[in-house]
């Protein structure tokens, strides 16, 4: 019989069942709007704080801070378009490496005249932070950076990027949608000033993210012609993705110290991948990184053809960002961090989640050996 092994958990993570517990009473029973202000509105609406407070906890800000949107990619999109709507300073800088809802507004607000500075990295996926400090002036309006590599899991410095941030006077925006839940944050005294993450990245709903804004953070509205959201986004609460949400946080704060244990199976895999196929090498720097990601490559193998060749077997992997997975371009942040041609087409993230076993890193392993070997014989043999 064959078995399924889910490795694509920074594209999505599956849906915790205390997570869908949560959510089921909110869909029948509790069905109020959160705005109305009879006793069915009064309940959606406690339900709705109870989880921003849940939500709150994880991250240790106030309540008052989190915001609620459809998906991290708007908060994004929110937090780059509310503070340089507004801005009286007119550079932003990012990296090459952001995901596509960083980089797509970032081009948009470029046309609008602002000077946008994209820093590199290294072949580690490493930011330089020399060129950050260069690149900040009086005139940066906005720094925004990913927290980790989607692709990599290649960790960014982010409070030593974020001090160097608060000196040059500019706001600092922080994608953290792959690290919230996985890694302890704590924003009450960080130099964050906005920060972006997901509900469906730990094992919540999707439908659901938010946004992380600092108390007295100037910010223009992304949806006007309502009073939810503190004014800030209108429209009705989707009541049971929120409560998910919340349900994901707390369940999250409880499992955290688990991704060592996840840590373990991930350079399991790694080593014996590493030592056993020739011609293969690790994306990214080797420890400071999620415990969740591996991002190998093969040379002489087509990463398509694997993929699909594993998915048969019931091993799913990707390719890259989700976002982009339907383009057929190499990678931009894999070019970005300059590997060598021979191996840019033949890169698959394997990302695990809380889920993974110790059999269904085995069964990966196993079937992918026995893929590498087969299509660099018929390599050879064509």
């Not at 915001?67 to 800088?93: D, P």
């Not at 500075?117 to 580690?124: D, M, S």
């Not at 889920?355 to 299509?375: R, W």
Request: aromatic fraction near 6%; proline fraction near 3%.
């Amino acid at each position: 019989m064959k078995r399924e092994v889910y490795l694509d958990n920074n594209a999505t993570t599956r849906m915790a069942d205390e997570v869908y517990e949560a959510m089921m009473p909110c869909l029948q029973k509790f069905y109020g709007n959160p705005s109305s202000v009879h006793a069915l509105g009064r309940e959606a609406a406690s339900r709705l704080e109870k989880a921003r407070g849940q939500v709150a906890q994880l991250l240790d800000c106030c309540s008052e801070e989190i915001y609620f949107t459809s998906t991290a990619s708007e908060s994004n999109n929110w937090a780059i378009g509310g503070v340089l709507s507004t801005a009286k300073k007119n550079h932003v800088i990012t990296s090459r490496v952001e995901h596509p809802s960083v980089q797509g507004p970032m081009n948009f607000w470029e046309k609008q005249g602002f000077r946008v500075t994209r820093l590199g990295v290294n072949e580690k996926g490493l930011l330089d932070l020399d060129e950050l400090e260069k690149a900040l002036s009086s005139q940066t309006a906005l720094v925004s950076l990913m927290y980790a590599n989607n692709e990599t899991g290649v960790l960014f410095p982010i409070e030593k990027i974020g001090d160097l941030v608060k000196k040059s006077g500019a706001l600092f925006h922080v994608d953290a949608v792959q690290v919230v839940g996985k890694i302890p944050l704590s924003l009450k005294n960080s130099s964050i000033d906005l920060l972006s993450f997901s509900g469906h990245k730990f094992h919540g709903p999707k439908g659901i993210g938010g946004l992380f804004l600092r108390q007295d953070t100037r910010l223009n509205s992304m949806i006007r012609g309502g009073h939810q959201e503190f004014g800030r986004r209108a429209g009705t609460e989707a009541l049971p993705q929120i409560v998910g949400l919340g349900a994901a946080a707390s369940l999250a704060q409880r499992r955290m110290l688990r991704y060592a244990e996840v840590g373990e199976l991930r350079d399991d895999f790694e080593r014996s991948v590493l030592e056993e196929i020739p011609q293969s090498l690790r994306v990214g720097h080797e420890k400071n990184r999620l415990a969740t990601t591996t991002h190998l490559s093969f040379a002489k193998i087509e990463g398509a053809v694997l993929l699909h060749s594993l998915s048969k077997a019931g091993i799913y992997v990707s390719s890259g960002a989700a976002c982009s997975s339907g383009s057929l371009d190499p990678s931009p942040t894999l070019m970005a961090m300059g590997l060598d041609p021979e191996y840019l087409s033949g890169a698959l993230r394997f990302s695990l989640s809380l889920d993974t076993t110790k059999e269904d890193m085995e069964y990966a392993k196993n079937h992918l050996f026995a893929l590498v070997k087969k299509f660099r014989l018929l390599g050879e043999i064509c």
